[in-house]
């Protein structure tokens, strides 16, 4: 026979231990990574800031689709120091190609949760010289810094929906640049795709939430083979950025990184240039 008081206190207990899971629940709006496979396909992974992003990814727990133009030996030998990885070979000038890449991403593990559209070229053509940004610069830009992108997100929505029924919001991250927000860049065609990405992403985020997330990373100077040569941008950085330097791409890789996990943040271009636009 229990007392009032014991009564009371086993009452306590009760509550407590039922309020304890529903407690968690709600104080962990974020799940934390689990077992659960994710699969991530990274665009221009053979290279600077895409490989460093397969790599986080990939050390992250997410199986990754490795891709890129030509470079398929170095693909290959990511692969083969990675954990659960694919590569595979396109040219995302072409529609084609393109779709091939996201069927095959797809097929390898019958899933897909992650696109990161990184890949993108550039051309260096001083600002005030207008007859060297040629209509054939213009094209070639727009088709694999912009079309392929939105193409690329096209071909996967039915896939990163289904993510979100089966285990979390589909993800698009895009690696845009600084040039798309500041009045700067490589070469006004370059700079202008780039804000266009950007403008994408968030018309994207707007169309496709809640079950895909958008967002964009918009780097300053990046030390990559793209950059290799550009000294006066890397003494710019050096001098000028409160953070004295160029990112590395783990740097960038990271944001990368934060962005996918975050359940809650879409439509955010994230500027990762070291402070620069505040000088
Ligand atoms: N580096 C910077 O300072 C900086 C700053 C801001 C933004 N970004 C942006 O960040 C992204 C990566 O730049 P990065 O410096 O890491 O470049 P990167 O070292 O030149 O690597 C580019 C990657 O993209 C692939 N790629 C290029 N064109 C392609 C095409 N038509 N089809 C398929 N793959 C293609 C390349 O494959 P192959 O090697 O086989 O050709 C390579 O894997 C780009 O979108 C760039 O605009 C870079």
Redesign the pocket.
């Known amino acids: 026979m229990l007392t009032a008081g014991r009564r009371r206190c086993v009452l306590g207990a009760t509550v407590m231990a039922l309020w304890q899971p529903i407690r968690d629940i709600h104080m962990k709006p974020n799940p934390a990574i689990d077992n659960v496979l994710r699969v991530a396909l990274v665009?221009?992974?053979?290279?600077?800031?895409?490989a460093a992003i397969a790599r986080v990814l990939s050390l992250a727990g997410y199986a990754v689709v490795i891709h890129?133009?030509?470079?398929a030996d170095t693909g290959r030998a990511m692969v083969a120091e990675m954990n659960q990885a694919i590569y595979v070979q396109?040219?995302?000038?072409f529609e084609a190609d393109r779709v091939r890449l996201v069927n095959e991403a797809i097929a390898a593990w019958g899933q897909l949760d992650v696109l990161v559209n990184?890949?993108?070229?550039?051309r260096v053509i001083p600002h005030g010289d207008l007859a060297s940004a040629s209509s054939k610069v213009w094209h070639e830009l727009n088709e694999?810094?912009v079309v392929a992108p939105f193409h690329l997100v096209a071909l996967a929505e039915s896939a990163l929906r289904d993510a979100a029924r089966y285990r979390r919001a589909g993800c698009v991250v895009n690696?845009s640049?600084?040039a798309g927000i500041r009045p700067k860049g490589a070469s006004i065609p370059y700079a202008v795709s780039k804000a266009a990405l950007n403008h994408m992403t968030r018309l994207l985020a707007v169309s496709l939430g809640p079950e895909i997330r958008v967002n964009a990373v918009a780097?300053?100077?990046?030390d990559?083979?793209?950059?290799a040569e550009w000294t006066d941008a890397q003494e710019l950085w050096r001098t000028r950025a409160p953070m004295r330097r160029a990112a590395s791409?783990d740097d960038i890789a990271k944001a990368v990184l934060m962005l996918v996990e975050s359940d809650y943040l879409t439509g955010e271009i994230l500027l990762s240039d070291g402070g620069l636009n505040l000088t």
């Open positions: 665009t221009g992974s053979t290279s600077g800031i895409g890129s133009r030509n470079s396109a040219d995302l000038a990184n890949a993108g070229i550039s694999v810094n690696i640049s600084h780097p300053g100077l990046v990559t083979p793209l950059t791409p």
